[in-house]
């Protein structure tokens, strides 16, 4: 896991001095070794920031081929890599290193961009081939490794973070329309970021070409079948496929010359990661969790036990309310995106012990819920809109029985009225997923404080629907509904929030590598083949992973509904005078987006505020304090956009 920068010039020779500010401040990504080339004609440099997991000796980068006409810097890891270094040897590749990146080199010759086919893990990487000019960079299926780029004058540069691009000559500017669709919607377009003119490459796709002349293109796109069309198997087939494809992808990412540890809740998804990485395992997995001061939010009792029962060794991490607030502002710094609740600063913390430990690598669960429709607003979409059988009323009943059974969770399913509000995903798929009312039903609470002058700027139009005609739609028609909104959440919220702000950012904050087995895209191909009914049984989700770890789980961890990873709303304790002093500070009024009259309103109120109230206005107070946060941590303005030309942020895309 490492930090990568890249700046590929079209006549200007590259500067090295930002190169090598732009690796230091990735520092936290690769703190063992900053190395960086820099072209012979002087216009193509690359940077790598290594954090080293395999191979210590000869794996630095940048990577280079023998004839040296291929360049290479890569971030994450490639499974399977040996096997293909193997057959490579065997067709005559002659490799000088043992590092897993360099059957990119190898492959990227025989093969051309057909090598992101043979490519499996978390993973960006830039490559350049100087012998045809030419520059080729890509990110893993999920995105679970960041990759940003964004045009400049002299040509395209390239960061794992957005912060790295600000050291190459970027400014940092706020991208209004981006900022009015996370307000309005809770969501950003798959390539789009907060910063005026940087975007990301998206999940599974790859840019290639030159600086002035590039193209970007899909490699894979998660395939789910046709409504009737699914994989037809017994429970006992479906748990056996479900249980070895899990396996293998455990089994490939317990490869590293460093320990491997584990993240650890009480929920099945971690649960069955850990079960299965001590079965490999001749020692106790080492397995760490996250313990809250409230017990209501506290699942670290929970994860003890599972890990006792499996031979694990388990590591407590308590975090404390206040320390959670303490720290916002340096968690923020590092997602580079806003905060709804204070999880990603627990994250942050927990990722620190784990660090201080000297572990460098841990399995995580992220994904399980994504493959097998964990969240509750799909079990809602199998009630409402998959479900012929039932009347209106029944319908309803249903969905307040759902909402009631988990108190976590209640308040967040919405009435259908709110469909009518979002138009253009009902013009698309005929209904409007659940999330997305969610979504829109909050975004509505936190319009209100945004300024007239502001919203007239950047509310013209379907927002959402700009959003989802980004997405390649024909990948779900016909599928079932609740695979459709699967499908979009994926896309859509996944990897901006869930995979940075609980994800990557925070984990690599202090330089730990995060692994994946439920992204192991074979896993998820498989599991996308299963008809929902072997996911979703009655009001049951997960039910076929359940299934095929019953046998190694506690009672109590295998029965137990999804309970959402929430750290507890920030005034617990009276903590949450940080949130107080943002929004009364000269940064959040610097902040041209907002109503600041209607904010005094709800800060002088914040005090009397308790219970149900308090913890629904926390969402929205997070945001415009994560605001206020990256504000002022990177110096942001805006864009006048009136000043700027069509497409000048990327219009080769």
Not at 8 to 35: A, C, F, M, T, W
């Amino acid at each position: 896991m490492c930090g990568i920068v890249a700046v590929i010039n079209q006549e200007r020779p590259v500067n090295e001095s930002q190169v090598k500010s732009s690796l230091q401040v990735l520092s936290h990504r690769g703190p063992d070794y900053q190395s960086h080339w820099i072209s012979e004609n002087k216009r193509v440099g690359l940077g790598h920031a290594r954090l080293s997991i395999i191979d210590f000796r000869t794996g630095k980068q940048p990577l280079r081929s023998a004839d040296e006409k291929i360049w290479v810097v890569v971030n994450g890891e490639f499974y399977g890599f040996e096997e293909i270094r193997a057959q490579l040897e065997r067709e005559g590749h002659d490799f000088q290193t043992g590092s897993d990146s360099e059957i990119l080199i190898h492959l990227y010759r025989k093969k051309g961009v057909s090598c992101l086919d043979d490519l499996r893990g978390e993973f960006a990487f830039v490559l350049y081939d100087a012998e045809n000019e030419i520059f080729f960079a890509a990110r893993d299926r999920f995105g679970v490794k960041p990759l940003y780029y964004s045009k400049t004058e002299e040509g395209l540069v390239f960061a794992s973070e957005a912060k790295g691009l600000f050291e190459l000559g970027v400014k940092p500017e706020w991208d209004e329309d981006a900022v009015y669709q996370l307000h309005t919607q809770l969501l950003l377009s798959p390539r789009g970021s907060l910063f005026q003119g940087v975007k990301q490459i998206q999940p599974g796709h790859f840019l290639l070409g030159r600086p002035n002349n590039f193209i970007e293109r899909e490699y894979w796109d998660i395939q789910y079948p046709r409504r009737g069309e699914e994989l037809e198997v017994s429970d006992q087939e479906a748990v056996e496929m479900v249980h070895s494809a899990l396996a293998d992808a455990v089994k490939d990412r317990l490869r590293a010359d460093v320990p491997v540890c584990s993240y650890l809740s009480g929920g099945i998804d971690s649960c069955a990661i850990l079960s299965l990485a001590q079965s490999f395992s001749q020692r106790p997995v080492k397995a760490f969790s996250i313990a809250f001061e409230d017990n209501r939010y506290d699942e670290s009792h929970l994860a003890e036990s599972v890990a006792k029962s499996l031979g694990a060794a388990f590591e407590r991490v308590p975090v404390s309310q206040k320390s959670l607030c303490d720290e916002f502002e340096r968690a923020v710094w590092h997602s580079e995106f806003v905060f709804v609740n204070l999880h990603g600063v627990a994250k942050y913390q927990l990722s620190r012990e784990v660090q201080k430990q000297g572990i460098r690598c841990v399995l995580t669960g992220e994904g399980a819920d994504e493959a097998f429709l964990g969240y509750l607003p799909f079990r809602r979409d199998l009630i409402l809109h998959a479900n012929e059988d039932l009347d209106a009323k029944a319908k309803r009943e249903l969905v307040e029985n759902l909402e009631e059974s988990n108190e976590f969770s209640r308040g967040i399913l919405l009435g259908s009225e709110v469909e009518n509000q979002i138009q253009g995903a009902k013009r698309l798929f005929g209904f409007v997923p659940s999330f997305l009312q969610v979504n829109q039903s909050s975004g509505e609470k936190a319009a209100h404080f945004l300024s007239q002058e502001f919203k007239e700027r950047c509310g013209r139009g379907d927002v959402l629907f700009r959003a989802l005609s980004e997405l390649k739609l024909s990948a779900i028609t016909g599928a079932h509904p609740v695979s459709q909104a699967a499908y979009l959440w994926t896309k859509l919220i996944f990897p901006a929030y869930n995979l940075t702000v609980l994800g990557d950012r925070m984990e690599m904050s202090h330089s730990v590598e995060a692994r994946l087995p439920f992204l192991d895209h074979r896993v998820f191909e498989a599991v996308a083949k299963l008809p929902v009914s072997k996911k979703i049984r009655g009001v049951q989700e997960k039910y076929i992973l359940r299934e095929a770890f019953k046998d190694k789980l506690p009672e109590s961890v295998y029965s137990r509904q999804k309970h959402p990873f929430l750290a507890p709303p920030s005034n617990i304790g009276g903590a949450d005078e940080f949130i107080l002093d943002t929004l009364n500070s000269s940064e959040f009024q610097d902040l041209p987006f907002y109503n600041q009259n209607m904010v005094k309103g709800i800060v002088s109120a914040l005090p009397k505020l308790s219970g149900k109230d308090r913890i629904a206005v926390e969402p929205l107070l997070l945001m415009m304090t994560s605001m206020a946060s990256l504000q002022k941590a990177f110096g942001i303005g805006v864009t006048n956009k009136a000043a700027l030309s069509e497409g000048s942020a990327d219009s080769t895309v």
